[in-house]
């Protein structure tokens, strides 16, 4: 098994999955969000592991995701697919739209964000340049490619400590730092992956605007609606993905 895909807000299962068994884990930094689904999606084996549990119960900032990246690695995994619920903070990141970013600024603060914190031998400075394996992405772009799906195939993801979303003056802040999409759970996930030395990309489905780009509120049901139609989008683009894989 060497794909594994990680669901967050609005895919907490994929129900097109054919379940073929599931797996609870320890790790030495304790238990995953959720058990380990074990599936095939189009005759492709992976693994799917629903980040915020299932049901969705773990908050952003609570999510352990060393034990979930490190359950992924015992595993056998060898390459991640997150997908994540966002907001869109430039022009072409509108509400249902999918990106697949490739830079991350990290707002978050208090996560337990490395493996490499105890008992080192010597200090580990990874290089994280290129947060996202360009690999992984390009297929992913290939695969919306070929199902004609409109996606930004860029775009730098600032990861913001929530569970609240942000202020109008907190998204312009982010927009000025060249921020396109924001979401919770970007990091340290993608670092945690790199330090695992795992193939690891995201797919962004964007649930709504950032916080003051519309004179309104933003509205929990307004954030249901759009990843009702960005994950039926989001799930194609996989299911595509792995067919091509
Ligand atoms: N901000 C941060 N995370 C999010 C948002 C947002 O506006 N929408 C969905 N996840």
């Known amino acids: 098994m060497t794909l594994a895909i990680i669901g967050g807000t609005g895919l907490t299962q994929i129900d097109q999955l054919t379940i073929t068994g599931e797996q609870s884990l320890d790790t030495p ?8 689904v074990f599936g095939e999606l189009d005759g492709k084996q992976l693994v799917f592991l629903a980040r915020h549990g299932n049901p969705h119960r773990i908050p952003p900032h609570k999510i352990n995701y060393r034990a979930n ?20 903070i430039t022009e072409a990141m509108a509400p249902a739209q999918i ?20 008992d080192l031998e010597h200090v580990t400075h990874i290089d ?15 695969a919306a490619q070929h199902l004609n799906l409109s996606v930004s195939t860029s775009g730098t993801y600032a990861c913001t400590q929530g569970p609240r979303l942000e202020t109008a003056a907190e998204i312009k ?20 992956a ?3 030395d795992l193939a690891y990309a995201n797919i962004s489905v964007v649930a709504n605007w950032g916080a003051g780009i519309l004179d309104t509120e933003i509205t929990m049901a307004e954030i249901e609606q759009n990843l009702i139609v960005g994950m039926d989008n989001a799930i194609k683009l996989l299911k595509q993905t792995v067919l091509n894989s």
Not at 29 to 36: D, K, L, R, T
Not at 73 to 86: R, S, Y
Not at 174 to 184: A, T
Request: include cysteine.
């Open 69 to 88: 990246i490190w359950g992924l690695k015992q595993l056998g995994v060898t390459e991640i697919i997150a997908v994540a619920a966002v907001g869109g």
């Open 29 to 36: 930094y304790g238990a995953p969000s959720a058990p380990f």
């Open 173 to 192: 802040r982010l927009k000025n730092d060249g921020c396109d999409l924001v979401g919770m759970t970007g990091m340290p996930e993608a670092a945690l």
């Open 194 to 196: 790199k330090e695992l």
């Open 128 to 142: 994280f340049s290129f947060p996202y394996t360009q690999n992984l992405r390009n297929r992913l772009i290939a």
């Open 99 to 118: 990106a697949i970013p490739d830079q991350i600024i990290d707002y978050s603060y208090g996560r337990e964000h490395t493996f490499f914190a105890d």
